[in-house]
């Protein structure tokens, strides 16, 4: 897979096709209920799968 390797295809519309590097910051946001996204194992359980702490500004540039 590209993704994992850092590396994407930008195609032109005139048929050129290139290779560009690129990082990926995923970024989720809801404006469901978080009681409807899982139950109270998931939540219970979360926490040691992934840390979600707060970031500051510089942390997310």
């Given at each position: 897979m590209l993704l994992d390797r850092r590396i994407d295809f930008l195609s032109?519309?005139?048929g050129v096709s290139?290779?560009?590097p690129f990082d990926?910051?995923?970024v989720l946001s809801t404006n469901l209920d978080p009681a409807d996204l899982g139950d109270e194992a998931f939540f219970r359980r979360i926490q040691t799968k992934i840390l979600t702490g707060p970031i500051t500004d510089?942390?997310?540039?």
């Open positions: 032109l519309a005139y290139f290779e560009v990926v910051k995923v510089e942390q997310f540039g």
